[in-house]
């Protein structure tokens, strides 16, 4: 990890990531811990402080373990249909395998 000119750049086995940070907080890296602070208490630097400190850490996720999602696929019709309905509208149109 490294900060230059408020541009913070985080390396590992999965790649390299760069962020360019603004100026309502302060990052600081020491002993491989990353530290963020925000300059005043106003709510828009309070938003950027959680914002920026979530920012960094998925980016030090992604640079060393990797992200990996699961999906399931759900089918049958609107959720507002009887399950009738919707058995006989699959029917009619000739899929009888459900």
Do not use: C
Request: proline letters at 3%; aromatic letters at 4%; zero cysteines.
């Amino acid at each position: 990890m490294k900060l230059d000119n408020d541009v913070l750049t985080v390396k590992g086995p999965k790649g390299e990531l760069t962020q360019d940070l603004n100026g309502h907080v302060g990052v600081t890296i020491e002993e491989g811990n990353v530290t963020v602070q925000r300059k005043s208490d106003e709510k828009q630097d309070r938003a950027y402080h959680g914002l920026y400190r979530s920012l960094i850490s998925n980016m030090i996720e992604g640079v060393t373990n990797g992200f990996k999602t699961q999906q399931e696929l759900a089918a049958g019709g609107p959720a507002w249909l009887p399950d009738k309905i919707k058995k006989a509208n699959v029917k009619k149109q000739g899929i009888e395998h459900l």
